[in-house]
């Protein structure tokens, strides 16, 4: 059963779980798109706290082109709502929760383990959701 209007819907039982984790998932990266793009110098130094404070001002730039990515991200994912081909739908919401697994993982691998828990985890977790329809 889908509910919605116009060409955005959500599919209602079988896979509302990976909607809701896909959900989750894009806002997250709403968020830290925010925090990089808009909200470095202040939310950033708050949320990294282990970065020396006087690295937040020269980083800035830098910090908003890893958000715009983020953002793109958040795009991918959304757009995924608006396909009106289920199969479709899946295929790019599985390929940008792809990119996060990866880039999550990448970042654990070379930053922090903790990153591979608030970011690849959660993908990876949806991933299997959409493929198992759940």
Same mark, same amino acid.
């Given at each position: %059963?889908?509910? !919605?209007? !116009?060409?955005?819907?959500?599919? &209602?039982?079988? =896979?509302?779980?990976? &909607?809701?984790? =896909?959900?989750?998932?894009?806002l997250e990266h709403?968020? *830290? %798109?925010? *925090? @990089?793009?808009?909200?470095? @110098? &202040? +939310?950033?130094? +708050?949320?990294? +706290?282990?970065?020396? @404070?006087?690295?937040?001002?020269? &980083?800035?730039? %830098?910090?908003?082109?890893?958000?715009?990515?983020? !953002?793109?991200?958040v795009a991918g994912l959304a757009w995924s709502f608006f396909i009106g081909d289920p199969m479709w739908s899946a295929n790019v919401r599985l390929f940008f929760l792809g990119c996060v697994a990866v880039a999550g993982t990448y970042g654990a691998l070379t930053v922090s383990k903790k990153i591979f828990f608030a970011q690849a985890l959660p993908a990876i977790v949806a991933m299997v959701c959409v493929l198992a329809k759940v």
């Open positions: %059963m889908k509910i !919605g209007c !116009g060409s955005f819907f959500i599919l &209602t039982s079988h =896979t509302m779980i990976a &909607t809701i984790l =896909t959900l989750i998932v894009a709403l968020y *830290m %798109m925010y *925090m @990089e793009m808009f909200a470095w @110098e &202040t +939310r950033g130094k +708050r949320f990294f +706290r282990s970065l020396p @404070e006087d690295l937040f001002a020269p &980083t800035r730039s %830098m910090a908003a082109n890893q958000g715009l990515y983020n !953002g793109f991200l």
